[in-house]
């Protein structure tokens, strides 16, 4: 959700450049400073300067902020192992684990007032979407090479008139529901805590919502990372 003000606005506003409070323009600057768009620079600067402040120097008794992220990257590590294998894990890991942390970030970013979720924009959600999809087809064509096609036949011969259509079209119906489920719950915890926010921001009535909209942004981040694991995992299996 495009809240009608936002922090990101003020910096825009600084550096002279424009601040969309509606509908953005077409012209490649103003594309840029869309809210979805500001806000994913905006979190991948969290990223990058949280973790070169809390993994700065590596230490054989690890301080508070090496624990946590040990704890976050083995804890991912272990659990890609255990649904891709090893191998995959090793090579995917870099690529899911990012996935992982922007999602998760940019849902609960969004919990602050005067922020949004990038989230919230179906195009961030289509654009994460479009390159699991592709990667998992990549991954099946390099595993099985042409055989691959094997994976939409089904497991019987004089069903493939019928399972073929019905496989591709559930394969392509991943970009959608992938995209819009992210997209879905994001944009209507923002929208509802605007709402109440507008309506009795005083008298705490956004307090639940907000507890919620935290276990809805950590849920989605897994739900999303979950999925890729299986379609990738899916991807390398034979097809019987």
Known sequence: MEHPILFISIILEKLGLPVPHGPVGHTF????????????????????????????????????????????????????????????????????????????????????????????????????????????????????????????????????????PIELISNLARLISLSIRLFGNIMAKETLLAILFMLAGGFFAPLPIMLLGVLVSIVQAMVFVLLTVVYFSQAQEHAH
């Open 29 to 164: 600057i103003e594309q840029l400073c869309a809210p979805y768009m500001t806000y994913t620079w905006l979190v991948m600067a969290f990223l990058i300067i949280v973790s070169r402040l809390t993994l700065g120097n590596l230490e054989m008794i690890p301080g508070k902020g090496q624990n946590f992220w040990e704890l976050v990257v083995g804890g991912m590590d272990d659990f890609f192992a255990d649904n891709m294998g090893r191998e995959m894990a090793d090579k995917f890991f870099p690529m899911i684990a990012t996935f992982a942390l922007y999602i998760g970030v940019a849902n609960l970013i969004g919990l602050i007032p005067g922020f949004m979720s990038p989230t919230s924009s179906l195009n961030t959600t289509l654009a994460l979407t479009i390159i699991v999809w592709i990667s998992h087809h990549i991954i099946g064509f390099r595993e099985h090479g042409l055989n691959y096609y094997k994976h939409f036949m089904g497991p019987i011969w004089w069903l493939v008139p019928l399972l073929l």
